[in-house]
């Protein structure tokens, strides 16, 4: 597996041909953003004489050859475009070299420096999980087609052909943490990309390299957000990635409950065989993914009160925009089951999920702080957990 994240900040840039994605990328670089072009580097990685462009030879014939040796990718398209196991076999090819290059220019990139990997095809082979975070320009099919009439020459039909055979906006949609809508002008679309550069990517790249999480103060509960399990999924998967295995990681707390106002930040718990191994390499390769752990200890309280707290980890997210808490526990212990427990009751109950909603706002007007917000909830939870353990007895519950 290669990694793309790491301690420098990784931003996957895409979008469907004719949306202006080079645009962006053109204005990163004027801001000092150090850009990674993958279809340069995909020419790079079968330029004649290399160990790609033979390997596609071996696999194609020199049917896919021009007649001064290099590729000649309209013939080569001929051959994939319409054949799928064709078209995976030159992915096996060209691929992995393009993500081995991508990574040895990070590699060499200043440590202070956001590296922006434009990828037209980054959500079709599924690399948005490696990255620290995804920027989708988007623009009007109209728009695209009359843009790709204009500067490469290209009739309706055909543009709309290269414009299906691409992923569709709603995948490039789940795909994207930063969406920009390129319908206006070109200073409109200047404006959005500096706005990003210094609201967002600036501060993450400095919270990534110093290991900080960004961490609200305020108690400032958000109308239901139809569009938060889609933004843990994403994190999810970059946990996921950033873990290297398939642990298991579950969206919990009140963003994880359908029509529940909350706090707008995502809690999630990973699940690992112990702490010991939360404390090893694990925080690590967490924080250099944007999950930085927070300092000193952390525990849940017990349920009922009175027992040993509820050792676990926390991390936090190093993203200025999307703040978020990763809870570290151990699988089978009480504070992690628990915390699904409680989750899956609130889901099935509407009537305590009302009732605990008018607490947080009673909580959430009166104590507007986080940690006094928090403490005001603990009664409400230690008589929440025996209705949720009967409920869990009544219906077969399991985690």
């Known amino acids: 597996m290669i990694l793309l994240t790491g301690p420098v900040l990784m931003v996957g840039l895409t979008g469907g041909i004719g949306s202006g994605k ?28 290399s160990e790609g462009l033979a390997e596609i030879v071996a696999a194609f014939s020199e049917r896919v050859l021009d007649p001064h040796g ?27 070299r393009v993500r081995a290059r991508t990574v040895e220019l990070a590699a060499a990139a200043p440590a202070d420096a956001i590296v922006v990997n434009d990828v037209p095809l980054l959500v079709e082979v599924g690399l948005a999980p490696t990255y620290h975070l995804v920027v989708v320009v988007r623009t009007a099919m109209r728009t695209r087609v009359e843009r790709l009439a204009r500067d490469r020459g290209m009739d309706r039909a055909e543009a709309e052909r290269r414009i299906a055979a691409q992923a569709d906006d709603a995948r490039r949609d789940a795909a994207a943490d930063v969406l920009l809508t390129n319908d206006g002008t070109r200073d409109e679309l200047h404006a959005a990309v500096d706005a990003l550069w210094r609201d967002r990517l600036l501060p993450y790249e400095r919270n990534v390299r110093e290991h900080r999480a960004v961490r ?39 963003t994880a409950v359908p029509g529940l106002a909350a706090k707008d930040v995502i809690d999630i718990q990973l699940t690992v065989p112990s702490l010991a191994e939360a404390d090893g390499p694990l925080a690590e390769r967490l924080a250099d993914a944007g999950f930085p752990r927070l300092s000193g200890d952390w525990w849940d309280n017990p349920r009922p009160p009175g027992g040993a707290r509820w050792e676990k980890r926390l991390h936090g997210s190093a993203d200025p925009a999307r703040p978020a808490y990763l809870h570290l526990r151990e699988a089978g212990s009480p ?23 008018r607490l947080k706002r009673e909580l959430a007007a009166s104590a ?32």
């Open 216 to 254: 609200p103060e305020r108690a400032v509960l958000t109308e239901p957000d139809p569009t938060w399990p889609r933004q843990y999924a994403r994190l999810a998967a970059r946990i996921r990635h950033a873990v290297g295995s398939d642990p298991r990681v579950d969206h919990i707390g009140s």
């Open 335 to 357: 504070g992690w089951r628990y915390a699904l427990l409680t989750r899956d009751h609130l889901r099935a109950d509407p009537g305590q999920r009302d009732a605990y909603l």
């Open 368 to 399: 507007p702080d986080c940690d006094t917000y928090g403490a005001g909830k603990e009664p409400w939870f230690d008589e929440e957990h025996l209705r949720a353990e009967e409920w869990a007895a009544r219906t077969g519950w399991r985690p």
């Open 70 to 96: 290099a590729l000649d990718r309209a013939a080569l398209g001929s051959v994939v475009f319409a054949d799928e196991a064709a078209r995976r076999r030159l992915e096996a090819i060209t691929h992995p």
């Open 22 to 49: 080079s645009a962006v990328a053109s204005r990163l670089a004027a801001l000092g953003a150090v850009v990674i072009d993958a279809d340069r580097i995909a020419r790079e990685v079968v330029a004649p004489g």
